[in-house]
């Protein structure tokens, strides 16, 4: 029986007269999986409900920040003081000098951090003082890798930019398109091929290290090592952007995860608690070029916001006091197996990949090594399967090339609910594909 959604298709009709597609971001429309977005009233743990009051376990997480799950009480408490002392000063404060020094003190590449609104902001920002600090034009960047919608980026971009079949989008100006050179993820010769037809004009390389945006996909033995060794050879930056995997697939994210130390590190999601927050930082030599101390400008009324600081300080403080990650990991490994057996068990064609507490299921024999792969999946039957699992409230990344996520607020009987209701959801989609053919 489906589940009643009145409020939020009235309250989703109104906005799309006044939003473009009635979203703040695209993806959030639902029109990968040929859907209608619910609108959601509130959330707490691992759970979220609609205005309707239908209750949904989340496995988006408002696409990765909430790690620790929705409104924990020391984050609340924490935005909740800060506002009363005023919510911005666009001055500085001590609050933000704390958080960088917790970043500093955390991840490994970060000797000093810039804050700013946005990872798209992060991302632009370290692609500019790549440029600047290397005097260099080029670009390489993974074709299915996304960075945020900034103009040198979306160029064969991930994300919301995969699922609309139009990865390059208007307005990016063929000049700028023409600096970024494009490898699939997983494929150092192509690197190595770039760096020699363009010797001495690459920039940087900026990637996921644990790719997201193509749904997840782990970096092959080898690969990451590779790409610091080919950059250092070359004069040309690494550029890790753990916008999405920082904070979520180790406490360091992943260049402590696989020990590889870029040049540059962009963050964001987790680092805000789910407030706008995210930074970019790297060697101090690198990092005092950006104004006011060197030549390259960046800028930003809300950048280093109190609430958004102080949010992403509690969050921080929980994770480096519990470093709950090898409990996240192997309850999302439960997950993951749970549902490759049950698609072994209908005999529907799925790869499951899991880092850390991210993970994507994947209707495709794979493996899925890169977004040429990925996109071999059965995004139909993900569709189908999508819609099956949110009538039995379970609430999933709406696009087969996303990454889903585990919080610390989602328990055993959580995940036995998902398996249980991802059993059934999968014969449904079966089912009413067969019926449909
Ligand atoms: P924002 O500008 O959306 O804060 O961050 C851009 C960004 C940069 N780098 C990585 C690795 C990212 O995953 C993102 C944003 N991720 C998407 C989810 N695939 C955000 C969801 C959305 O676009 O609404």
């Known amino acids: 029986m489906a589940l009643k959604r009145d409020q939020s298709q009235m309250i989703f009709e109104r906005g799309a007269k006044v939003i473009p597609g009635g979203v703040n971001s695209p993806v959030r429309a639902f029109r990968a999986v040929q859907g209608k977005p619910v609108v959601i009233h509130h959330a707490k743990g691992p759970e979220i409900w609609d205005v309707d009051g239908n209750k949904y376990i989340d496995y988006v997480a408002s696409w990765g920040p909430m790690i620790l799950g929705h409104a924990p009480k020391s984050v609340i408490a924490a935005v909740?003081?800060?506002?009363?002392?005023?919510?911005?000063?666009?001055?500085?404060?001590?609050?933000?000098?704390?958080?960088?020094e917790q970043l500093v003190r955390i991840v490994p590449s970060l000797e000093k951090v810039r804050m700013v609104n946005s990872g798209t902001e992060a991302t632009m920002s370290a692609l500019r003082l790549a440029r600047g600090f290397t005097k260099r034009d080029k670009i390489i960047k993974i074709i299915g890798g996304y960075h945020g919608h900034v103009d040198a980026l979306l160029v064969k971009a991930g994300s919301g930019a995969a699922t609309f079949g139009v990865p390059d989008s208007a307005g990016v100006p063929a000049g700028t398109a023409q600096d970024t050179l494009l490898v699939e993820f997983n494929d150092l010769d192509a690197?190595?091929?770039h760096f020699e037809a363009h010797a001495g004009a690459i920039a940087a390389i900026i990637v996921e290290p644990v790719p997201g945006n193509m749904g997840c996909v782990p970096p092959g033995p080898g690969y990451l090592e590779g790409l610091r060794e080919l950059t250092r050879a070359h004069g040309a930056l690494l550029i890790f952007d753990e916008v999405m995997c920082g904070f979520r697939v180790a406490l360091g994210g992943a260049q402590a995860r696989y020990g590889v130390t870029p040049d540059l590190t962009c963050l964001g999601k987790i680092i805000g608690g789910g407030l706008p927050a995210a930074a970019y930082g790297?060697?101090?030599?690198?990092?005092?070029?950006v104004s006011p101390d060197g030549p390259v400008?960046?800028?930003?009324?809300?950048?280093?916001?109190p609430l958004a600081v102080a949010a992403g300080r509690a969050t921080l403080e929980l994770l480096e006091r519990d470093n709950p990650y090898a409990e996240l990991e192997s309850r999302t490994a439960r997950l993951c197996k749970g549902m490759l057996g049950a698609a072994e068990e209908i005999g529907v064609p799925m790869t499951v990949n899991q880092v850390g507490s991210m993970f994507t299921a994947f209707f495709n024999e794979g493996p899925v090594t890169d977004f040429a792969s990925a996109k071999r999946s059965d995004t139909a039957l993900f569709s189908r399967f999508h819609h099956e699992m949110l009538e039995r409230g379970i609430y999933l990344a709406p696009s087969q090339f996303e990454a889903g996520f585990v919080s610390v607020a989602h328990l055993e009987s959580h995940l036995d609910r998902t398996l249980e209701a991802g059993r059934e959801a999968l014969r449904a989609a079966v089912a009413s594909g067969t019926a449909s053919a």
């Open 297 to 305: 400008y960046q800028a930003g009324t809300l950048s280093g916001n």
């Open 80 to 100: 909740t003081e800060a506002a009363s002392r005023g919510t911005s000063f666009g001055a500085c404060t001590e609050a933000e000098v704390d958080l960088a």
């Open 191 to 193: 690197v190595r091929a």
């Open 282 to 289: 790297g060697k101090a030599e690198i990092m005092n070029q």
